[in-house]
């Protein structure tokens, strides 16, 4: 199973508009943040976890050329205003993209995109739109979801053979853990060094990786004030960074 960090920023990016590096050395490209995605395959299956607005320059750079699914962590902006790029794969094919995610989240992404599902004016609808509440198989790979608390809400973290994708959260429930028991990579939030009301910060997401043990543990969504060269040194074995464009592989 191979994984790819199509995105591992914040909310606004690294750098923010109007050119902000904060903490980042804009010489280290590894600081070059586009937010956050990331896209799973095995065998023949392709799977776009999230639709972020960078997503056009996403699959361009890591030449994607096929998207059997997309599922989706939560509906906020900088996780699903990347939508109406799919329909150049719908375009190329013809085949609508089946897209899962909570039933909160898909009712809110067909009333904000309500064209991308049922089509409007002649233009065709782009995918399906699913509710889940539990795993689903789309060819070769099973998607796990777990409720994560992301601020007053939740959202979903995805476990996928013995890889597990967290971002978005600030609590994780009992449930969450049990899920990535045995989990060997896990991608997991870690939004800056001090404490944010709806994201784990890096100490927090130090603890959760001490009891979920996976053999190696990958930070994303991370703000300008996380340097990678800085960040790095003072992370304990096991535990990196993400960059845009990094493949992890089982």
């Known amino acids: 199973m191979k994984l790819t960090i199509l995105g591992c920023g914040t909310s606004g990016g690294v750098p923010k508009i109007p050119e902000y590096w904060g903490a980042c050395d804009p010489a280290e490209p590894k600081n070059r943040r586009q937010r956050a995605s990331v896209f799973v395959e095995e065998g023949d299956t392709h799977i776009l976890i999230d639709t972020s607005p960078d997503l056009r320059s996403q699959i361009l750079t890591n030449k994607i050329n096929k998207i059997d699914a997309v599922f989706y962590t939560h509906e906020h902006a900088d996780h ?10 719908h375009q190329a094919t013809g085949a609508k993209i089946p897209m899962f995610a909570d039933a909160e989240t898909m009712a ?6 309500d064209y991308i599902f049922k089509g409007v004016r002649g233009y065709p609808s782009v995918g399906t739109g699913t ?15 777990f409720e994560q608390g992301h601020g007053s809400g939740i959202s979903l973290g995805y476990r996928f053979g013995d890889m597990a994708y967290s971002t ?5 429930p009992e ?6 028991q045995g989990v060997k990579i896990w991608v997991v939030d870690a939004l800056r060094y001090d404490p944010h009301p709806t994201h784990s910060h890096l100490a927090q997401t130090l603890e959760w990786i001490e009891q979920v043990k996976p053999d190696l543990a990958v930070l994303t969504h991370m703000t300008w004030d996380m340097d990678y060269q800085t960040l790095k040194r003072k992370l304990p074995s096991g535990v990196v960074p993400a960059y845009d464009g ?5």
């Open 175 to 180: 449930t969450a853990f049990e899920a990535l």
């Open 168 to 172: 978005d959260l600030n609590r994780m």
């Open 80 to 89: 699903t205003h990347g939508i109406d790029e799919l329909r150049g794969f």
């Open 108 to 113: 809110l992404l067909k009333s904000k995109f």
């Open 246 to 250: 990094m493949v992890l592989e089982l």
């Open 131 to 145: 509710a889940i509440n539990g795993p689903k198989q789309v060819g070769q790979i099973k998607m796990i979801p």
